[in-house]
């Protein structure tokens, strides 16, 4: 695989703008190439989802906060040949910028996902059970719900509640529907205040999403994860921070299904994007109970009829 050609990741000049498609240059099949293989190389069109971790950005109160330094700069040691080398360290909480949300992070009465108890499956500071390590990498149908382009809004208003009826709505208007092992994805535009700090994190305002009436939709339809354009996924009550969250009860303990939180959904929606491939890989740390992460939507770049033909000519070679 070291040879394919592979995306290019949009990096804006302006950290804040949302990102558009980059496209994989489309090199000469390769015979005897598995059919995600030929995909690839047919062409892909990516959006990254995720935010560019820098400090002093937006987070939950709850977390700590993103730190980098460089503890080596250039010039603080020169090697004999002439050369020298920078290193960076980093310090995060796993619930800081676009990051998933693994089943150890929220219980109830005592109980996390499973009826596990949630005392004991902490053994030395670790989740041994529903850690985010126990997250496989995500390879699935992806499905953007945009809220806020259904109701002709720039962005919700702060403390509103997305409801069951907006969720149905937008996806009829999209001509989508939600299944089981999906990855839905909840665009409230909230995200496009991103760069203004504390207003996005909205502890006065309040922060639009989904209630519990809209996690238990989305949990009856089965979906695998579930994401958003705000700080916590869910509805925030003006004043009320994060006092209560029935959104991360019914979809993280009750129905076993992750969140993903503070994505970028902007580029997703102005490209119109309905319906996508969705990639996403945690961080293998052991225990954590959250992961940073860099999740991508990806198209192929061909018409849909013109992959099913290249699809059935190289069946009827291999017959």
């Not at 950005?57 to 460089?70: A, K, R």
């Amino acid at each position: 695989m070291s040879d394919t050609p592979t995306t290019t990741p949009h990096t804006p000049a302006d950290p804040t703008a949302a990102s558009t498609p980059a496209s994989t240059p489309a090199p000469a099949p390769v015979a005897g190439a598995d059919d995600l293989l030929r995909a690839v190389q047919a062409g892909v069109e990516t959006i990254d989802l995720g935010r560019q971790l820098r400090v002093g950005m937006p987070q939950s109160p709850n977390h700590p906060q993103f730190w980098h330094t460089l503890p080596r700069r250039h010039g603080d040691m020169v090697r004999s040949d002439g050369s020298s080398a920078a290193n960076d360290m980093i310090t995060t909480g796993t619930h800081v910028g676009t990051h998933i949300d693994a089943l150890a992070h929220v219980s109830f009465d005592g109980k996390l996902h499973g009826g596990a108890d949630a005392a004991a499956a902490c053994v030395g500071g670790k989740y041994e059970e529903h850690g985010v390590h126990t997250i496989a990498p995500m390879l699935r149908r992806g499905v953007l719900l945009d809220v806020a382009g259904h109701l002709g809004l720039t962005h919700c208003e702060g403390g509103y509640e997305i409801t069951v009826a907006d969720l149905e709505a937008t996806a009829e208007r999209a001509g989508v529907t939600v299944g089981a092992g999906d990855v839905v994805l909840v665009r409230s535009g909230w995200g496009a205040r991103f760069a203004e700090g504390a207003a996005y994190v909205g502890g006065a305002s309040g922060v639009p999403g989904v209630a519990e009436a809209g996690a238990v939709w989305l949990a009856e339809r089965g979906v695998h994860a579930a994401g958003a354009d705000t700080i916590a996924f869910e509805r925030l009550a003006p004043g009320g921070g994060h006092a209560l969250l029935p959104a991360h009860r019914v979809l993280l303990v009750e129905a076993g299904i992750f969140i993903v939180e503070a994505l970028d959904l902007e580029g997703l929606a102005a490209a119109g994007w309905a319906e996508f491939t969705f990639v996403l890989v945690p961080m293998n740390i052991f225990g954590a109970t959250g992961s940073p992460v860099r999740p991508l939507a990806l198209r192929s770049t061909q018409p849909q009829s013109q992959n099913q033909s290249q699809s059935q000519n190289q069946s009827g070679a291999a017959s």
